[in-house]
C-alpha cells in the first residue's frame, strides 16, 4: 500500500511539470516533438536528416535523452543545432525522461526564435510512453528490422503517438517481414495513426516527415 | 527519502526471491538462461532455432516475458516445449520480469527432467539488467540493424551478460555498420565478454552457440 502511494506521488509531481512545460511551450510558440523508440531504431539519424533542411525555415533545438554517454548529442551539435544532452543516470528516470528532466533542459538552451524543440527519449518502447513531458507532438520510430509484433506487445506507446515513422524501409527487400500484417497490428491499437514510411538512406519518407512537422507549427 | 527506502525494499524483496529460485535451479539440476535484448533483437527466433536441436538431448522449458500478448507463447508452444506466458501488466515489473515472476510461472510448468529452462525477457535493455531472476546465465542479444552504440549507451547489460548473440549477421552486407566500431564498445564495456554472431537465416552460429550452452550444463 506504502508504494502505491509513493508512486502516485511520483506521477502527480510529473504530471504538475509537465503542465508547466505545456504552457511554456505555448507561450513562446514551440513545438516540441517527443520521439520514442526501441534502442536503434534510428531516431538520431531521423534528426539528422530532419534538422538541416528544417532549420533553414525553422530555428530547432534538441534534447537528448541517454542513459549514458554523450554521442547523441555531438551528432546533433555537429549540425550547428543546439543541443542539451540528459543522462538519466543523473536526472529523472533511468529508462526514460520525465517532466522535470526536460525544464531542467529548457533553462541550458538558447530558445530565442526556436520553433521546433525535439527531444529524442531513452531508447525502449515501455516506460516513455508513460510520462506526459508536456510536448506538442509523441511521435514514435519502428525500424522494419524490428518485426511485425512491436505493436501489439508494445501497446501504450502505439497508442499515444500522433504519428509512425516506418525506419530503415531500404531494408524491405532484404527481410522477411510481412509488412501488411505489421500495419494492420498497428491500426489494431491506433486505428487512425499515419504511418510514414522513411529510410536514411533513399530519402524516402522526409518530405513527407517535414510537411507533416511544418503543418503543426503554431501561428506567429 | 521515502521513495528511496521503498526502492530498497523492493529491491531486497526481488534479490530474496531471486536466491530461493537460484537455489531451486541448484537442487534441480537446472541450467536457467536469462534472453535480454531490445524489442526485435530475435530472442523468440534464436529460441525457436535453438530447442529443435537442444531438446533432441536435453529436455527444455521456457517462460515468456512481454507486457501483453501471447504471441511468443504461441511461437514456442509449436515447437511442442512448456511455456508459460508472463504478461508483466498482470504480474512483477511492465518493463522486466521480476524473480517474484519467475518462481510463480515455474510452479506452472512440467519440470520433471528438463535441463535447460530459458527466459526470454520483456524487450528492453535497460531495466531487465537490473533484476536478479536467480538464472544461471544471463544472454545478450542485439541486432547488427541497432547500430554500433548500444553497449556504451545501455553499459550495464552488456556489463552482466555472460555471452552475446550478435543477430541478423546476413544483413550485414546491406547496412553501414561498422562491425569493428561494435565490438571494441563492447569490449570497452565487457573486456573478455564472448560475442557469436548468429544468423536465423543462414543458421551461422548456431552450433557454437549450442556448444557453449552444452559447455555449462550441470553434471547429474
Redesign the interface.
Known amino acids: 500500500m506504502?508504494?502505491i502511494k509513493?508512486l502516485e506521488k511520483?506521477l502527480d509531481a510529473n504530471d504538475k511539470i509537465a503542465a508547466d512545460n505545456r504552457r511554456f511551450f505555448a507561450e513562446k510558440k514551440i513545438v516540441a516533438v517527443n520521439l520514442m523508440s526501441?534502442?536503434?531504431a534510428g531516431k538520431t539519424t531521423v534528426l539528422e536528416k530532419t534538422l538541416p533542411p528544417l532549420v533553414r525555415k525553422f530555428p530547432a533545438a534538441v534534447i537528448e535523452g541517454?542513459?549514458?554517454?554523450t554521442?547523441d548529442a555531438e551528432r546533433i551539435a555537429a549540425l550547428d543545432v543546439p543541443v542539451v544532452q540528459i543522462n538519466t543516470d543523473k536526472l529523472g528516470g533511468?529508462?526514460h525522461l520525465e517532466a522535470l528532466g526536460i525544464q531542467t533542459a529548457l533553462a541550458e538552451l538558447p530558445l530565442d526564435g526556436v520553433r521546433y524543440l525535439f527531444v529524442e527519449n531513452?531508447?525502449?518502447?515501455?516506460?516513455p510512453a508513460e510520462f506526459d513531458l508536456g510536448e506538442t507532438l509523441k511521435v514514435g520510430v519502428l525500424?522494419v528490422?524490428?518485426?511485425e509484433?512491436?505493436p501489439?506487445?508494445?501497446?501504450?506507446l502505439f497508442r499515444v503517438i500522433d504519428l509512425l515513422l516506418l525506419t530503415?524501409v531500404d531494408?524491405l527487400p532484404?527481410?522477411?517481414l510481412d509488412l501488411d500484417r505489421l500495419l494492420a497490428n498497428v491500426r489494431s491499437v491506433n486505428a487512425g495513426l499515419r504511418v510514414v514510411r522513411f529510410s536514411a538512406?533513399t530519402g524516402e519518407g522526409l518530405a513527407e516527415w517535414l510537411e507533416w512537422l511544418e503543418g503543426h507549427a503554431p501561428a506567429r
Chains 1, 2 share one sequence.
Open positions: 506504502a508504494l509513493v511520483v526501441g534502442p536503434g541517454d542513459i549514458a554517454t554521442a533511468a529508462c531513452v531508447g525502449n518502447l515501455v516506460c525500424s528490422t524490428e518485426g509484433d512491436k501489439v506487445k508494445y501497446p501504450l530503415k531494408l532484404h527481410l522477411r538512406v
